[in-house]
């Protein structure tokens, strides 16, 4: 799975109209000339300087970047290579979530950006409990719980009919959670996903059948 050069060509023509930002443009456009080592030298020089601007501001990239990140359907590090995440990225977001200690948003960010690629792996489910510890009805924190709930379902399922991976009984508890945090969604959240809901609790509640069966 390789680099969408033409995406990283908009990425630098996005990143030169916002003031400070050309290092990464820099980055983006060397990226998309191929010219490997000469594009991280870039990002060296861009991250050695982005990491001493105020909060805000380092705010406002982490964010466009992960926009642009889950915008894009291919290698993650194209767009948010490693030094960048770990450098200035996830740092900013975990100042971010300390300094507004209500503000569900920095930890949606971390969980959305946590896994992918080599850039960092880390469950997202514990990022998104504790954005809705700070606001329970935050819509975005309840959709990724979602689909990061229905996700560990899948694997447990994927080598049906010959093995169930998990607890089929915990797992049809942990859809009636996802259900629960559906309820807050928008109609389209609920049309999208609700027919993976249902086939995941049918396929649970015929393993179970099948188990008791034996």
């Known amino acids: 799975m390789g680099f969408d050069l033409g995406y990283l060509r908009e990425l630098a023509e996005d990143a030169c109209e916002h003031p400070g930002w050309s290092g990464a443009a820099d980055y983006f456009r060397l990226r998309h000339q191929g010219l490997r080592r000469e594009a991280l030298e870039a990002l060296d020089a861009f991250v050695a300087g982005a990491v001493s601007w105020p909060l805000a501001d380092r705010v406002a990239f982490a964010a466009w970047i992960g926009e642009k990140r ?112 559906l309820s807050a969604a928008d109609e389209d959240a609920r049309f999208d996903i609700g027919p993976e809901i249902a086939w995941a609790r049918a396929e649970a509640r015929g393993w179970l059948e099948r188990e008791g069966a034996g």
């Open 70 to 181: 889950l915008a894009y359907r291919g290698q993650p590090e194209a767009v948010l290579p490693v030094p960048l995440f770990r450098l200035l990225v996830r740092p900013t977001l975990e100042e971010w979530a300390q300094a507004k200690p209500a503000d569900p948003w920095p930890l949606v960010w971390l969980a959305r950006l946590s896994s992918g690629g080599s850039t960092w792996h880390a469950s997202p489910a514990p990022f998104l409990r504790e954005a809705l510890a700070r606001d329970p009805l935050c819509v975005a924190a309840r959709v990724d719980l979602v689909r990061a709930i229905l996700a560990d379902i899948a694997f447990h399922q994927h080598e049906l009919p010959g093995a169930y991976l998990g607890d089929a009984a915990l797992d049809l508890s942990a859809l009636d959670e996802v259900e629960d945090l």
